[in-house]
């Protein structure tokens, strides 16, 4: 199956804003959560989104991998760096985290790093 993977980005960031016309609240909570999580403390942007593509990977959640991917690299994760993150959520998720880590999570690599190059 091949994936348009700048299609499902920009999918799921329209699909939010769209969803907040009409949900604002609970929209606003969710990017506050978001906002809160991802705040640089003691681990790094880049760190957190590395350890969201793993769980990405892990849940089978195909717009969280190809977010967080593109959010990974924009963060200055390398291609090696994501791909690593990957491979610990197998460990975990087995089979399953496995195949969405060499299709979709490879699938986003090749088509986002080149933005970030």
Known sequence: MAYNVREMLNSFV????ELGK?????VEAFMGLLGAAYEPNALDIKTKELIS???GCYN???YC???????????GASREEVIEAAMVSVAFGGGPAMAYSSTLMMACLDEFEKDFQ
């Open 22 to 26: 009409t949900n604002p609240n609970q």
């Open 53 to 55: 593509v793993a769980i």
């Open 60 to 62: 089978r959640c195909e």
């Open 14 to 17: 329209g699909g939010l804003e």
């Open 65 to 75: 991998i190809v977010y967080h991917t593109y959010k990974a690299l924009e963060a």
